[in-house]
């Protein structure tokens, strides 16, 4: 298969827990580290929770090979067991002979006795259980009283639970307190981010005896976007991935090949096209607009987009009967027309000329409608409340089409119209060839020669600000989790380490590393991170849930 002809040994993205490709990424290195000083100390339980596909399995076989020799393991896999067949399958793992008869309180007498031996021994006990979200309260209750097994000194037992985040869930109801007052370490694994989802694609790569660079740096980006740094559905892609390369007799994987790879993992049907952002879903563009609902009506705008994958992603478009148009009463008007619809071909000129003079509020609150599906959009002066929903306004005077590509984000454009008064559209999706664009109502596509040509004397985009300590620019001097990050990010998109004395300081050497990056993406080249720099860098590093625009992805 593709192990051949990419040089691997064998493949670099099995999801069998296999220890050797264990990426011990911080939060990984952080939930060994608790797991280990939790077998250390005595009795009581350790929580260990994540998402599906975080690794968990993983690590746990890790953690096994890294337990002292005089350590005994009981691993229970599938805890859906009643109270005696799990007691028997606890018995089985510590050799504990038991006959079929014995009750449950026979099998923890003979499981007692056990313990007892084994401590002479100076052994450690440790319970792994997996999938524990599973277990039933009265299973769990029988766990508990395991605890109770002890000398007069310490516990006999010490229990790992492992499961899905509905474990805490189980474990904060009033009922399981008495178990909850046990667990003396927790901790939640979180997903990998993007410099970590890099750096795990390539330790994969090399472990399986194969070149990192196979995959390219915008592959990763988006194996990062479409996986969610889950490492599970990682390893599926990138597999999918390197198997669509070798069917095309290609030897390098860049962005669009996996987005093809991931339709087929995730069982998409029919090709539309969206953006990024929009969670899977696929559709047409819906816009729900204020011009649709007269005048003397106290309505504001809404704007529901559904946008798509430059890569063809397959799903089903929904039916656009099912929306109403929302007025401030919560009345509806009913179901949009085509014409709300259209994405025609248009001319900008005639853009310009049959805009009506329309407040700027309105496009803001679509504008913000695009990164707050689902929330409430801010009303009034949008950019003023956008820190309240973790958003921050970026506005830019005479702003340039050149300018738009390198911040790649949808854009409020305001231009001053003959009569003087201020008109204003929203800019949607660019590539190379195309703009569509929003205004008066309707959606249009136009040449982006044209939009070139265009002269607009300001600009709003919104912005998820990834460091939020502040409003203020990141300089060299100062310290904290945002110098952390941007390191972190610079690193990856560079392939290279940034030294450094003090990875939480902004020394020289990072100032420089911003420079370089500034330079390469059109930026003035003053070493501090403000706004534009941080637009820029996010969207270079791929991060979820920032919307793009589908010809600069």
């Known amino acids: 298969m593709y192990t051949e002809h990419f040089g691997l040994n064998e493949k670099p993205f099995s999801i069998s827990p296999d220890p050797r490709y264990l990426y011990m990424s911080q939060r990984h290195a952080d939930a060994l580290a ?3 000083f939790g077998i250390s100390e005595s009795g009581g339980f350790i929580q260990l929770t994540g998402e599906v596909g975080t690794g968990k399995t993983t690590l746990i076989r890790s953690l096994l090979g890294r337990l002292p020799d005089k350590t005994e393991i009981a691993l229970i896999l599938n805890p859906q067991l009643s109270t005696k067949q799990f007691l028997q399958a606890i018995c089985t793992e510590l050799h504990v002979p038991f006959a079929q008869r014995d009750t449950a309180k026979g099998l923890i007498d003979k499981l007692n006795e056990r313990l ?21 309260p009265a299973l769990l209750e029988q766990v508990r009283l395991l605890t109770n097994l002890e000398t007069e000194k310490q516990k006999l037992l010490q229990i790992i639970l492992i499961g899905q985040p509905e474990l805490r869930e189980v474990l904060s109801r009033p009922e399981m307190r008495q178990i909850a007052q046990r667990i003396t370490g927790r901790y939640h694994l979180e997903p990998l981010d993007g410099p970590d989802t890099a750096i795990y694609v390539a330790h994969r790569m090399r472990v399986a005896g194969g070149r990192p660079e196979i995959f390219s740096k915008r592959a990763v980006r988006k194996l990062y ?11 599926i892609i ?7 390369a070798y069917a095309r007799d290609e030897n390098l994987i860049g962005a ?27 559709g047409i ?11 003397d009506r106290d309505a504001h705008a809404v704007l529901e987009l559904a946008v798509a994958e430059p890569a063809r992603i397959e799903a089903p478009a929904p039916d656009v009967t099912d929306f109403d148009v929302p007025t401030s009463d919560g009345s509806t008007t009913g179901s949009p027309t085509a014409d709300m619809l259209a994405t025609e071909a248009g001319d900008l000129a005639e853009i310009f000329a049959t805009a009506r003079a329309s407040n700027p509020e309105t496009t803001l609150e679509a504008l913000f409608s695009q990164w707050l599906t689902g929330e409430a959009v801010p009303a009034g002066n949008a950019c003023q409340q956008a820190e309240a929903v973790a958003l921050r306004c970026m506005e830019l005077n005479n702003p340039s089409l050149s300018e738009l590509r390198q911040l790649n984000r949808p854009a409020m454009l305001e231009w001053a119209a003959t009569d003087g008064t201020a008109r204003h559209l929203l800019l949607l999706a660019l590539d190379d060839n195309e703009a569509t664009v929003w205004t008066d109502g309707a959606v249009t596509r136009i040449a ?34 945002s110098v952390i990050w941007l390191r972190a990010s610079l690193e990856s998109l560079a392939d290279a380490r940034i030294p450094a004395a003090e990875p939480d300081l902004f020394d020289s050497a990072l100032a420089d590393a911003v420079r370089d990056f500034q330079r390469a993406h ?5 070493g501090r991170v403000g706004d534009p720099t941080l637009a820029r860098l996010q969207a270079e590093i791929g991060l979820i849930g920032v919307p793009l625009h589908p010809g600069m992805n």
């Not at 007892?116 to 039933?136: G, K, P, Y």
């Not at 029919?270 to 953006?275: L, M, P």
């Not at 563009?285 to 005048?295: G, K, Q, Y």
């Not at 939009?451 to 502040?470: D, G, H, K, N």
């Open 34 to 36: 608790h797991l280990v």
């Open 285 to 295: 563009t819906v816009l729900l607009l204020v011009s649709a609902i007269p005048e």
């Open 225 to 235: 976007r479409l996986s969610r740094g889950l490492p599970r559905l990682i390893n």
């Open 448 to 481: 982006a020669a044209e939009l070139e040509q265009a002269t607009f004397t300001r600009s709003v985009l919104v912005f998820r600000p990834a460091i939020s300590e502040s409003n203020t620019a990141l300089s060299e001097g100062e310290r904290g989790p």
């Open 116 to 136: 007892l031996a084994l401590h002479a021994e100076n052994r450690r006990v440790v319970l792994i259980v997996d999938e524990a979200q599973t277990m039933s």
């Open 522 to 526: 059109g930026l003035p080249a003053d």
């Open 238 to 244: 990138a597999d999918r991935s390197l198997l669509a």
């Open 256 to 282: 669009s090949l996996v987005g093809k790879a991931a339709d087929e993992v995730f069982g998409r049907t029919r090709s539309i096209r969206w953006w990024p952002w929009a969670a899977g879903l696929a």
